[in-house]
C-alpha cells in the first residue's frame, strides 16, 4: 500500500525549531521529487520546499523560509526531512509531503504545526 506518512508538527515558541519526517511506504521515495507545502488557516496551500532526486540538485525554497528551513531526505530510511529553526506566528500551518515522478503524485495527511508565545 502507498503511504506519505508525515510527523513531527506540534506547538513551539517563536525562534524555535521542529524537524518534520515525511515516511514512504509502498515505492522508493529517492526516484520521487520531494516538495513539502503548508496551508495556514483561511489561505490557499502554498508551496515551501523541494528537494530533487537528480544527484547534485540544488533544492528549492519560498522567499518566506529561505535561509530558516532545510529540507533533505534520507533514501536508506526512505524519509524526506524539512528542518525549520527560527520558527515565527506566520509559518502556523498544517505542512504537508509530496512526492511526485512523472504523473504520479502522492500527498501525506498533513501535520501541524503551531508556533505561539
Known amino acids: 500500500q502507498v503511504q506519505l506518512v508525515e510527523s513531527g508538527g506540534g506547538l513551539v515558541q517563536p525562534g524555535g525549531s521542529l524537524r518534520l519526517s515525511c515516511a514512504a511506504s509502498g515505492f522508493t521515495l529517492s526516484n520521487y521529487r520531494i516538495r513539502w507545502y503548508r496551508q495556514a488557516p483561511g489561505k490557499e496551500r502554498e508551496w515551501v520546499a523541494s528537494s530533487y532526486n537528480t544527484a547534485g540538485a540544488t533544492a528549492t525554497y519560498a522567499d518566506s523560509v529561505k535561509g530558516r528551513f532545510t529540507i533533505s531526505r534520507d533514501n536508506a530510511k526512505n524519509t524526506g526531512y524539512l528542518q525549520m529553526n527560527s520558527l515565527k506566528f506566520e509559518d502556523t500551518a498544517v505542512y504537508y509531503c509530496?512526492?511526485?515522478?512523472?504523473?504520479?503524485?502522492?500527498w501525506g495527511q498533513g501535520t501541524q504545526v503551531t508556533v505561539s508565545a
Open positions: 509530496n512526492a511526485v515522478f512523472g504523473m504520479v503524485n502522492y
